[in-house]
Protein backbone atom coordinates (compact mmCIF):
# COMPACT_ATOMS: atom_id res chain seq x y z
CA UNK A 1 0.00 0.00 0.00
CA UNK A 2 1.57 3.34 -0.70
CA UNK A 3 2.38 5.77 1.99
CA UNK A 4 0.67 8.37 1.05
CA UNK A 5 -2.60 6.95 1.00
CA UNK A 6 -2.02 6.81 5.00
CA UNK A 7 -2.22 10.22 4.99
CA UNK A 8 -5.94 10.84 3.70
CA UNK A 9 -7.58 8.60 6.26
CA UNK A 10 -9.96 10.52 8.86
CA UNK A 11 -10.30 9.74 12.19
CA UNK A 12 -14.44 10.22 12.85
CA UNK A 13 -16.42 8.83 15.68
CA UNK A 14 -19.09 6.23 13.73
CA UNK A 15 -22.29 8.06 15.57
CA UNK A 16 -21.31 11.20 13.01
CA UNK A 17 -20.40 9.43 10.09
CA UNK A 18 -23.63 7.44 10.38
CA UNK A 19 -25.64 10.51 10.67
CA UNK A 20 -23.98 12.54 8.48
CA UNK A 21 -24.46 10.26 5.65
CA UNK A 22 -27.96 8.88 6.74
CA UNK A 23 -29.00 12.67 6.11
CA UNK A 24 -27.21 12.67 2.52
CA UNK A 25 -29.09 9.33 2.01
CA UNK A 26 -32.30 10.73 3.00
CA UNK A 27 -32.31 13.93 1.66
CA UNK A 28 -31.28 12.63 -1.30
CA UNK A 29 -33.88 9.65 -1.11
CA UNK A 30 -36.82 12.57 -1.04
CA UNK A 31 -35.44 15.10 -3.93
CA UNK A 32 -35.77 12.04 -6.53
CA UNK A 33 -38.71 9.98 -5.20
CA UNK A 34 -41.29 11.46 -2.86
CA UNK A 35 -41.03 15.19 -4.49
CA UNK A 36 -42.74 15.47 -7.51
CA UNK A 37 -41.08 16.49 -10.01
CA UNK A 38 -41.80 20.86 -10.87
CA UNK A 39 -42.04 20.28 -14.62
CA UNK A 40 -44.96 17.95 -14.89
CA UNK A 41 -46.01 17.60 -11.27
CA UNK A 42 -45.91 13.34 -11.53
CA UNK A 43 -43.34 11.21 -9.05
CA UNK A 44 -40.86 8.89 -10.74
CA UNK A 45 -43.76 5.72 -9.64
CA UNK A 46 -45.99 7.84 -12.11
CA UNK A 47 -44.19 8.17 -14.82
CA UNK A 48 -43.29 4.91 -14.73
CA UNK A 49 -46.88 3.85 -14.66
CA UNK A 50 -48.01 5.75 -17.11
CA UNK A 51 -45.37 4.20 -19.85
CA UNK A 52 -46.24 1.24 -19.20
CA UNK A 53 -49.69 1.92 -19.62
CA UNK A 54 -48.24 2.80 -23.02
CA UNK A 55 -46.24 -0.02 -23.78
CA UNK A 56 -49.60 -2.29 -23.06
CA UNK A 57 -51.57 0.33 -25.57
CA UNK A 58 -53.89 1.51 -23.19
CA UNK A 59 -55.13 4.57 -24.89
CA UNK A 60 -58.65 6.35 -24.45
CA UNK A 61 -60.01 3.92 -26.93
CA UNK A 62 -58.73 0.55 -25.76
CA UNK A 63 -60.81 -1.42 -23.42
CA UNK A 64 -60.14 -1.23 -19.91
CA UNK A 65 -57.67 -4.05 -18.02
CA UNK A 66 -56.96 -4.56 -14.48
CA UNK A 67 -55.44 -2.66 -12.22
CA UNK A 68 -53.16 -6.12 -11.50
CA UNK A 69 -51.62 -6.66 -15.15
CA UNK A 70 -50.72 -3.06 -15.10
CA UNK A 71 -49.56 -3.13 -11.47
CA UNK A 72 -47.41 -6.72 -12.50
CA UNK A 73 -46.16 -5.02 -15.63
CA UNK A 74 -44.01 -1.59 -14.01
CA UNK A 75 -43.11 -3.88 -10.91
CA UNK A 76 -41.53 -6.57 -13.18
CA UNK A 77 -40.02 -4.16 -15.35
CA UNK A 78 -39.60 -0.87 -14.14
CA UNK A 79 -40.27 -0.28 -10.47
CA UNK A 80 -38.51 -3.18 -8.29
CA UNK A 81 -40.30 -2.04 -5.01
CA UNK A 82 -43.11 -3.41 -3.26
CA UNK A 83 -46.43 -3.80 -5.00
CA UNK A 84 -48.42 -1.81 -3.06
CA UNK A 85 -46.73 1.67 -3.72
CA UNK A 86 -47.06 1.25 -7.36
CA UNK A 87 -51.23 0.40 -6.46
CA UNK A 88 -51.70 3.05 -4.26
CA UNK A 89 -49.61 5.53 -7.10
CA UNK A 90 -52.08 3.95 -9.66
CA UNK A 91 -54.98 4.44 -7.57
CA UNK A 92 -54.39 8.02 -6.89
CA UNK A 93 -53.85 8.84 -11.00
CA UNK A 94 -57.49 7.98 -11.44
CA UNK A 95 -58.87 9.80 -8.22
CA UNK A 96 -60.87 12.86 -9.86
CA UNK A 97 -60.80 14.15 -6.05
CA UNK A 98 -56.69 13.48 -5.46
CA UNK A 99 -55.76 15.98 -8.89
CA UNK A 100 -56.94 18.33 -10.79
CA UNK A 101 -57.46 16.65 -13.83
CA UNK A 102 -56.94 12.37 -13.54
CA UNK A 103 -54.70 11.31 -15.94
CA UNK A 104 -56.25 7.33 -15.75
CA UNK A 105 -59.43 6.50 -16.00
CA UNK A 106 -59.96 4.00 -13.18
CA UNK A 107 -63.39 1.63 -13.79
CA UNK A 108 -65.07 0.11 -10.46
CA UNK A 109 -63.84 0.79 -6.47
CA UNK A 110 -61.13 3.50 -6.84
CA UNK A 111 -61.79 5.08 -3.23
CA UNK A 112 -63.44 7.80 -1.88
CA UNK A 113 -62.94 11.57 -0.35
CA UNK A 114 -63.00 10.16 3.61
Do not use: W
Not at 24 to 32: E, K
Not at 37 to 54: C, E, Q, S
Request: some cysteine.
Amino acid sequence: MPDNLIGNIEDTHLKDALSERYLVYALSTIMSRSLPDVRDGLKPVHRRLIYAMHLLRLDPAAGFKKCARVVGDVIGKFHPHGELAVYDALVRLAQDFASRYPLVEGQGNFGNVD
